[in-house]
């Protein structure tokens, strides 16, 4: 058994559906964001960084950080082909654009949602959060010319669809990401109607 640490509309969503697609055991323990559990002792001997998610493998090892823990996920469930041939051009590809995802997209996340993380007592927090949106509309949209063409960003189905589908949720006002990112987007419902993967998608992305 497997045990995803997070809470929902979160990062743990990509872990999730990774999960769910591969078809492995796993519980999903609640950490309420809202409430702040994420600073509390209980979930910090379990990532001392105190953010999530955070997964508790079969064996009992924690592996924190999103994309490692779905190149875990992909490793421990290879029948699953949540990656693209080992060695092949496309597992290059997958490993590149999920290293820029979680490097030059994730990080500038939570300066939107928590400018004043960011800004000196007395600064323009609204101003702050302006210029991280723009910092992702310009990596999503970098994202978005190289998929031209393409139906999924690595050739075939892989976790890097989930993640990429998973940032299309956050951050910018869906007028604009509907009008600007049309490939991610499609994308995104692509990955939402996915028979393992829809009902993670609803618990998370289209709650009432």
Known sequence: MYTLYGDLGSGAFSAEAALAEAGAPYAFELVSLEKNEQKQPAFLAIN?????????????????????????????????????????????KAYRWLAFMAGEVYPIVEIVDYPERFA?????????????RDRIRERLLIVERMMAGETFLAGGFSILDIYAAMFSRWSLEPDWKEAHLPRLMALARSVSRRPAIGAVWKRHFQRK
């Open 48 to 92: 001392p960084s105190g953010k999530m998610p955070a997964l508790r493998l079969a064996e009992g090892e924690i592996v924190t950080e999103s994309a490692a823990i779905l190149l875990t996920i992909a490793d421990h469930f290879p029948q699953a082909r949540l990656l693209p041939p080992l060695g092949s051009p496309a597992r290059a």
């Open 120 to 132: 000196p007592p007395g600064c323009d927090v609204e101003g702050v959060r302006r210029i991280a």
